[in-house]
């Protein structure tokens, strides 16, 4: 049964999502040009830098994958927690944070199989993260706002999804 709209009564606010409300905090604190710019840049590699690390943890040999064994490590474990978290958010924005990982992914063997007598692959990694953490961290500066760790922990975890949300709004696309 449908209700009928009293001309002159107001209609109940639809709830914001989480999502929603999530990327408004992030927004808050990314207004400045300079900040917005260094966010597009270095957020993907402070993820790749952060996941090559994960990558290049030791991972245990476990009998029952067999031959598939070499194909496993923490940074697969890592993937399945993230798109369990970005898919409780949103399911489209998940499976496009999913081709990242996957981008991601053939970066960090290519990195493997260009560096096998050079440096290690978590030295190269680590490299990247810091280099992510300092344009990050010129971002915050930028901004002049000095969010607490609590907040910018919260922040690395959304900002992948938020710059997937900044490029599916382009395309009109809804997560």
Do not use: C
Not at 78 to 107: D, H, K, Q
Request: hydrophobic share 50%; proline share 6%; no cysteine.
């Amino acid at each position: 049964m449908v209700k009928n709209k009293i001309p002159g009564k107001h209609q109940p606010l639809k709830q914001q999502r989480h999502i929603d409300q999530l990327f408004a905090e992030y927004t808050a604190y990314h207004q400045h040009p300079t900040n917005k710019l260094l966010q597009v840049i270095f957020i993907p590699l402070f993820i790749l830098g952060l996941f090559g690390l994960v990558w290049a943890i030791p991972f245990p040999h476990l009998k029952f994958l067999g031959e598939r064994n070499d194909m496993f490590n923490w940074a697969s474990v890592l993937i399945g927690v993230s798109i369990y978290f970005y898919y409780r958010l949103s399911p489209v924005i998940s499976y496009f944070i999913l081709f990242t990982l996957f981008i991601l992914s053939y970066i960090i063997t290519l990195i493997q199989q260009f560096q096998p007598n050079g440096s290690a692959l978590w030295q190269v990694s680590l490299l990247i993260l810091i280099i992510g953490v300092t344009g990050i961290w010129l971002g915050y500066a930028a901004e002049k706002k000095n969010p607490g760790f609590g907040v910018r922990l919260k922040h690395i975890f959304i900002a992948p999804a938020y710059l997937w949300h900044i490029v599916l709004n382009k395309f009109s696309v809804k997560y």
